[in-house]
């Protein structure tokens, strides 16, 4: 199997984005600005930056059992602070 390479001759590389930088494009989308401007300004595809958007997006919204054990938590809590109420 052969290496693919650029045009300058050198090995083809895939660029590494840190969990920081991913994060502050995805609040800046978020706060208002557009993502082809977003991704133009740091010098990536829309594409990329609407995966991450989206990627965001699964890991902020709660499972079904974490949806389940949020909902037994509360009523734990409200029969808690009824019996300190008490």
Not at 4 to 33: D, I, S, W
Not at 52 to 74: F, T
Request: aromatic share 4%; net charge positive.
């Amino acid at each position: 199997m052969t290496e693919k390479l650029n045009p300058g001759g050198l090995p083809a590389t895939r660029k590494q984005y840190t969990p920081a930088f991913k994060a502050e494009c995805v609040r800046q989308v978020v706060a208002g600005a557009r993502q082809t401007a977003v991704a133009r300004a740091q010098g990536i595809s829309p594409a990329l930056l609407g995966r991450w958007q989206r990627q965001a997006l699964e890991q902020a919204v709660p499972s079904s059992a974490e949806r389940d054990e949020i909902k037994r938590l509360r009523a734990e809590l409200k029969r808690v602070e009824m019996e300190h109420d008490i």
